[in-house]
Structures are given as C-alpha cells and as structure tokens.
C-alpha cells in the first residue's frame, strides 16, 4: 500500500506555468504505475498523463503540447509541468498509483489516490 500526496497547486493567470508533485510513502514506488488525473466541477475525473511501471511515460492528446510528466524513482516524486495554462485546465488534480504494469488513463485503474491540489487558472 502507498500513500500519495500532491502539492503544487494555485492560482495562475492564463498562458503561467505550474509544476505539480507526487510524493509517495510506503510501499516500494517503483512497484507501481502512476497517473495524474484532473476533474472540474460538474464533470467527470479524466486521465491527464501516467508513468508505466515497466518505464516509459504517456500524455493526453489534450495536454501533450504544453504539459510533461516525469518521475524521479529514487525521490519516489511523479511530477507534472503545465506550461501555457487555459481556463478549461481549471481542476482538481490528483495522483494515483496501482500495482499493474501500465499506466492506464481510466480512473478506475488504480487502487490509491491522493486527496488533490487544485489549480485554477483565471485572469
């Protein structure tokens, strides 16, 4: 079992930047694939980017030209850089982890989750 905390979160205006971190505790991290999801009020929990745990990376055809994602496995940290935010990027943000071999971008893939940082992007 591991524990997920993200932080990084804020307020920015549009076209800013934001770097997200999750820190992981507990189990073995690199045991795990890990993933960032987003989910706006009113809306349904979406699939932002993911680290597979046999290595490699995976981004949202959404976000692929201005965010990416990237771990340091000897910090046990996934982070994920948002460059040229929108209004539409507004969301909570979330970490999540499983114990399966790729990082899928379906929520109900993973098995722990982190409680969130919010972003909000608004002039």
């Known amino acids: 079992e591991v524990q997920l905390v993200e932080s990084g979160g804020g307020l920015v205006k549009p076209g800013g930047s934001l770097r997200l971190s999750c820190a992981a505790s507990g189990s073995t991290y690199s045991a795990y694939s890990m993933a960032w999801f987003r989910q706006a009020p009113g809306k349904e929990r979406e699939g932002v980017a993911g680290s597979h745990r046999t290595g490699g990376t995976r981004i949202d055809d959404s976000v692929k030209d201005r965010f990416t994602v990237s771990i340091d496995r000897a910090k046990n940290t996934l982070y994920l850089q948002m460059n040229s935010l929108k209004p539409d990027d507004t969301a909570m943000y979330y970490c999540?982890?499983?114990?399966?071999?790729?990082?899928?971008?379906?929520?109900?893939?993973?098995?722990?989750w982190g409680q969130g940082t919010q972003v909000t992007v608004s002039s």
């Open positions: 999540a982890a499983t114990d399966k071999f790729a990082a899928e971008m379906s929520a109900s893939w993973y098995d722990y």
